[in-house]
């Protein structure tokens, strides 16, 4: 990121990096943060198209200790910037059902899922606004 006054750039996630060692390494989302302190991303390592979510503090460059994983690798803040939405796959990598994950908890409240039998979920942020669509 360039700061808006001018100055210099700064990474704040290479995948290059991120990927080196492994024998595959794929990129999901990335998101900032409401505050832009903190950036929410995903990646696959396995080449299983589940992705592992990880929350990383901008400010020292580590990510927190808690992730998420088997996540269709799509993922979206909250505007609270304390909890974000993202969705898990089923055994047929479609996407299910959408959840809040709250920093600080192990686990996930179900915030939404399909209606019928053709189980399909997303979660999007919406230009402009700090409200969030989901298809379900």
């Not at 808006?4 to 080196?20: I, K, P, S, W, Y």
């Not at 898990?88 to 479609?94: A, E, P």
């Not at 994950?101 to 230009?127: D, E, F, I, V």
Request: aromatic letters at 10%.
């Amino acid at each position: 990121r360039e700061p808006r006054e001018g100055g210099e750039q700064t990474v704040l996630l290479d995948g290059d990096q991120e990927g080196a060692g492994r024998a595959y390494f794929r990129l999901g989302s990335i998101d900032h943060g409401p505050d832009h302190k903190q950036l929410l991303w995903g990646f696959d390592d396995k080449g299983s198209e589940f992705y592992r979510l990880q929350v990383r503090d901008l400010a020292t460059g580590n990510d927190r200790a808690e992730t998420v994983d088997n996540t269709s690798g799509d993922a979206s803040w909250a505007a609270d910037g304390k909890s974000f939405f993202y969705t898990l796959q089923d055994d047929n990598h479609r996407p299910l059902k959408v959840f809040r994950h709250a920093l600080g908890t192990a686990q996930a409240g179900w915030a939404a899922g399909p209606r019928n039998s053709r189980p399909s979920a997303g979660c999007w942020p919406r230009t402009g606004d700090q409200q969030l669509t989901t298809n379900h």
